[in-house]
């Protein structure tokens, strides 16, 4: 399978990308550049939406608009480039930690997972926002006590929900927890997937492959099978898992940095993928120019379509 260019303007971190299916939009954010960015892949049109800190992450809200988790808060946007109304801080200190990977689950609560910027701590966590009653009701689900991170990525959810995935990508870690969507419970945590440790003084090389270092897990998605797909930082490469956590399929990538796939088009069957070129060394930028666009391929089983944000506060 081969993958095509979506755009070809590049940003400086492309993550949390979302098929929208009553738009047939894609949307992404570019945390470093501070902006949302939407494209009509059909006419090959791309919208810009600047922010005025880092998006970590957003998601469709069933209300209309978007819910988006900005480095100082979790606002609420009805509309394309409209005024954002904030609807929670979560528990960090925004001069060195940010929102980073998260979505919606299938009841509608928003989760937020944050990163340490200094990398000196692992004090990061992953927060659930319920706005569904009317108040916005925030709970800490992980947190420095419970399973020290650095950086939260790889959140998903099985088809049936009873299974919830999560990624501390520093530790080369996917992690997997028994899920109750009904009380946003998670117990029985386990590796779901571990990956070697990247060498001390790595550096990127021009080179087919850089050794035995294959990168670090970032952010997934699930299709309709329960496989699990995540992108590998630094590793050139998407790697497809079966439920049950065996590797079935490394599909290598047109950058070395991919970030976060999600499926998308009418018949969720197109993987698109965000990545990288922020803080990228300037070899790695000469041999792959394209890095910091966005890609699709065709795949075989389709993907769970994107979680909508439930809210009765706007």
């Known amino acids: 399978m081969n993958w095509q260019t979506v755009t070809t303007q590049p940003c400086e971190l ?29 006419m090959g049109t791309v919208e810009t939406w600047d922010l005025p800190s880092e998006p970590g992450c957003m998601a469709p809200a069933a209300s209309g608009g978007l819910v988006i988790a900005l480095r100082d808060g979790v606002f609420r946007a009805r509309d394309w480039q409209g005024p954002l109304q904030r609807i929670a801080t979560l528990d ?5 930690m940010r929102a980073n990977d998260g979505k919606c689950d299938a009841l509608g609560r928003f989760w937020v997972g944050t990163i340490d910027e200094t990398r000196q701590a692992r004090n990061a966590a992953l927060y659930s926002l319920d706005c569904r009653s009317g ?50 419970t998670m117990t029985a945590q386990r590796t779901f997937a571990r990956f070697a440790p990247k ?58 940095c991919p970030t976060m796939p999600c499926f998308g088009g009418e018949d969720l069957q197109t993987l698109y993928l965000t990545s990288a070129r922020h803080h990228r060394s300037a070899a790695e930028l000469d041999a792959f120019p394209l890095s910091g666009c966005v890609f699709s391929m065709r795949v075989a089983v389709p993907g769970l379509p994107v979680n909508f944000f439930a809210d009765s506060i706007i």
């Open 135 to 184: 108040t916005a009701q925030v709970e800490c689900k992980i947190g420095p006590a419970t399973l020290p991170a650095t950086t939260a990525n790889g959140l998903a959810w099985s088809p049936d929900g009873r299974t919830l995935f999560w990624v501390d990508t520093p530790s080369h870690q996917v992690y997997a927890w028994d899920f109750d969507a009904d009380s946003a």
């Open 199 to 256: 060498p001390a003084g790595w550096q990127f090389v021009p080179a087919p492959d850089n050794g035995d270092y294959r990168g670090r897990p970032d952010g997934a998605a699930v299709d309709v099978q329960g496989n699990y797909f995540v992108a590998m930082f630094e590793g050139r490469r998407v790697c497809q898992f079966a439920p049950d956590g065996t590797l079935l399929a490394e599909f290598e990538t047109p950058v070395q």
């Open 14 to 42: 492309g993550e949390s990308p979302f098929w929208h299916p009553t738009e047939q939009m894609l949307y992404w954010v570019d945390i470093s550049g501070k902006k949302i960015q939407r494209a009509n892949v059909y």
């Open 92 to 96: 960090y200190d925004p001069t060195h």
